[in-house]
Structures are given as C-alpha cells and as structure tokens.
C-alpha cells in the first residue's frame, strides 16, 4: 500500500503562488494516478486534480482550471501542485490520494475512488 505525504502549504497573499508536493514512501509511484484534494473550513472535501499513471492526462476542477498544474516526477516519487493567482477561496487543508493500483483518474474526481490518504498540508490565501 502506498503511502503519501504532502508539504509545501503556507501563507500567501492573492495573486501569489505556492507549489504543493505528494511524496511517496515505501512504493513506487510509476503504478499509481495521484489526486489532489482540498478542504475548506466547514465545508466538504473537493476534488482540485488528478494525474493519471503515466502523467500524459490530466484532470482539472473548473475552479482551478488555468491556474493549478500537476505534475509528476516518479524519479523523485513526487507530484506536484503549482498553484498561480491564488485566490482567499482557494484557503484549506489540501490533501493527495490514489485511485489505487494501475487506477484512473475518475472523471468527476468522486473522493470515494480514492485510497490512501496523506495528512494533508494547510494553504492560506489572505492579505
């Protein structure tokens, strides 16, 4: 079973960036499309993006479309989250997830398809 860690989280003021990362330990990542996740406070968890095993597709949420890469490095065993032009609507706890083994990317990042859960890692937009 994979198990992933997120980092990267801080504050930051609107229109600035951060680059969030989902690293792997004990497993490879080459077999495992990754997810990210956020949670705002008092509301539900949502699906941000998803990078599909060999990182040649990609899914965005349409809050984030154009503004939010992932990428992923399997070498390093790391995604990654660019996150540009941050928004206060943007602020949560963001987690990553796998849809598991040799998995897709779900098309409507459904969190029941996901496993695998890291600790998550807080993001503050704020002036």
């Known amino acids: 079973q994979v198990q992933l860690v997120e980092s990267g989280g801080d504050l930051v003021q609107p229109g600035g960036s951060l680059r969030l990362s989902c690293a792997a330990s004990r497993l490879s990542l080459d077999y495992y499309a990754i997810g990210w996740f956020r949670q705002a406070p008092g509301k539900e968890r949502e699906g941000v993006s998803c990078i599909s095993v060999g990182g040649g597709s990609t899914l965005y949420a349409s809050s984030v479309k154009g503004r939010f890469t992932i990428s992923r490095d399997n070498a390093k065993k790391t995604v990654y989250l660019q996150m540009n032009n941050l928004k206060p609507e943007d602020t949560g706890v963001y987690y990553c997830?796998?849809?598991?083994?040799?998995?897709?990317?779900?098309?409507?990042?459904?969190?029941?398809?996901?496993?695998?859960w890291g600790q998550g890692t807080q993001v503050t937009v704020s002036s």
């Open positions: 997830a796998t849809p598991g083994f040799l998995s897709p990317c779900s098309g409507n990042l459904s969190l029941a398809a996901f496993r695998s």
